[in-house]
């Protein structure tokens, strides 16, 4: 093959690595580093906090959208030019995001930032793939699992240490310097390999309709289907009937034209089928457990967000340890193997949290999310090897791309699941405890004269501390009840794990030293 006016095989991989996960980073973090900041920003911006919500919405809307879009976009407008054009359309809404006056002018700006951050996940890791050599694929996939698992950790954590120090715009500010870096990078490091020719196929702009109606009423059914008591609600059935028809038709459509915006003949290879369903069951548990445990440490256990994000730190910590040498592990022992040992790391680390009890201390937690943290690199790094063995370098974009987003979904769906769960299994607890708190059991006569001794020696007259002693008391049932929901969806999420075990048999070995992109 004649030499190539631009390549980057002369360049160290880590330089392209660097380049192009300086964004992602920037990008995954974005998805969880507002959260903590929404009563700031609607006190800010004269909103309520359901209103403020939409600006979480409305990014996760727009990056569900663009994000199976990302191999076709690359394919016609040129890789390193789509990549460039996303971070720097990314920076500069985060830009605007912090200048903004009004909540409208904010969410309008969240929807580009989620648009043009959409397809930097699949682009980051299909140029990763193709930069290292076969031997070393397994080291690319452990830099690339390191972003995508610990920025989500760090997002509440990061995102509550900048807004109490300085204001929820610089959660934004921040962006930009990031960006810049990023974009020069880029421009110096990465170029399209040579079988990535820009070409125009035509647009499939019934493709494109679908996939906006199917993915964004999707998108906003899973994140508003809580709030709105799912399907008792005619907003949440009418985006579940939309959904239904979108990607109905778009999966229809999509197999049946010539130039298709998704390929969906990718699933033809059964290790890439198998792996991306693995990887939507590994998002859902994986999302779901990290929207739960601030949940049960703030709302049950009485931590403070700073508390509450560094009893969580060690799960990110030994992510952080474990992803190196497991990416060298890749290059030796068979991935499935690896991927077995961390799916059955996971499941004992969710059958761990879901024995714990209201006197738990730190070091309860400790041991648990360090297990989890090592298992998930013992997962996503061999998964996405693995997943990507038999794939085709000419088609590697679009199976990131699909690969990606079928993680997106697994994640939204696994947090409005594992909520739904929750608050239905603390009903349940609630009515079953609450047969035994009643007016006539002898203990709980004794518990209440304790309790109204207690608020009469802080002054308060009989009347009103028969009053509080009866509400402390409830309050008692309440907080152990929500204890034994967070154990049960605990519970679920493990036995979740274990289901995935068969499948991992269906998958075909790879080829030694984790190649990725053998034909």
């Not at 974005?30 to 979480?56: C, K, M, R």
């Not at 109490?164 to 399209?192: A, C, E, H, K």
């Not at 402390?472 to 929901?485: D, F, H, I, K, P």
């Not at 979740?496 to 499948?503: D, Q, R, S």
Request: charged content about 10%; glycine content about 10%; proline content about 5%.
């Amino acid at each position: 093959m004649p030499p190539q006016p631009e390549s980057s095989n002369h360049i160290n991989p880590w330089l392209i690595a660097i380049a192009v996960m300086s964004s992602t980073f920037m990008e995954v973090l974005d998805t969880t580093v507002v959260n903590v900041s929404l009563p700031h920003i609607a006190g800010s911006l004269s909103a309520t906090t359901d209103e403020a919500t939409w600006t979480l919405t409305s990014y996760l809307v727009a990056n569900a959208i663009i994000l199976p879009m990302t191999g076709w976009l690359a394919n016609n407008f040129g890789r390193k030019r789509l990549l460039m054009a996303s971070v720097i359309g990314f920076t500069s809404a985060s830009f605007f995001c912090g200048l903004a006056p009004s909540l409208g002018f904010l969410i309008i700006f969240r929807l580009i930032q989620g648009a043009c951050g959409g397809g930097l996940q699949p682009l980051s890791q299909a140029v990763l793939l193709e930069a290292f050599p076969p031997h070393k694929r397994g080291q690319a996939m452990a830099f690339w699992a390191l972003g995508i698992v610990v920025a989500p950790m760090l997002g509440p954590v990061a995102g509550g240490w900048i807004t109490d120090n300085y204001s929820w715009r610089w959660v934004f500010y921040i962006n930009v310097p990031i960006g810049i870096v990023s974009v020069i990078l880029t421009q110096l490091f990465i170029f399209d390999p040579p079988y990535l020719r820009r070409k125009s196929l035509g647009i499939d702009f019934w493709g494109i309709g679908l996939l906006v109606v199917g993915m964004g009423s999707l998108q906003i059914m899973l994140d508003k289907g809580q709030e709105e008591d799912w399907f008792s609600s005619h907003f949440i059935l009418t985006l579940a009937m939309m959904a239904l028809v979108g990607l109905g038709g778009l999966i229809v459509r999509e197999l049946k034209t010539d130039h298709p915006i998704i390929d969906l003949t990718i699933f033809k290879y059964r290790s890439y089928a198998i792996g991306t369903f693995l990887m939507t069951g590994v998002g859902f548990v994986l999302y779901g457990s990290t929207v739960l445990l601030p949940l049960l440490m703030q709302v049950v256990l009485g931590y403070t967000a700073t508390h509450a994000g560094v009893t969580n730190f060690p799960r990110g910590f030994a992510s952080f340890l474990a992803m190196p040498f497991i990416g060298i592990l890749t290059n030796k022992v068979d991935s499935r193997k690896l991927l077995a040992a961390g799916i059955f790391l996971s499941a004992m680390a969710m059958f761990f949290l879901s024995r714990l009890s209201l006197d738990v201390g730190f070091w309860n937690f400790w041991w648990p999310l360090m297990l989890q943290g090592a298992a998930l690199g013992l997962i996503f790094v061999p998964l996405t090897t693995v997943t990507h063995d038999p794939v085709p370098k000419e088609r590697l974009g679009n199976a990131t791309s699909i690969f990606n987003v079928m993680r997106n979904i697994g994640a939204s769906i696994g947090i409005s699941m594992v909520e739904t769960l929750e608050f239905r299994r603390m009903q349940t607890h609630l009515n079953y405890l609450g047969q035994n708190v009643t007016s006539t059991s002898p203990l709980v006569q004794q518990m209440v004269q304790g309790l109204k001794g207690r608020f009469v020696a802080q002054g308060a007259d009989p009347v009103t501390a028969i009053d509080r002693a009866y509400a402390a008391l409830w309050g008692l049932v309440e907080r152990q009840a929500a204890m034994l929901s967070y154990n049960d969806v605990f519970q679920v999420l493990a036995i979740m794990f274990l289901v995935m075990f068969p499948f991992i048999l269906l998958m075909r070995r790879p080829k030694r030293g984790g190649a990725v992109m053998a034909h």
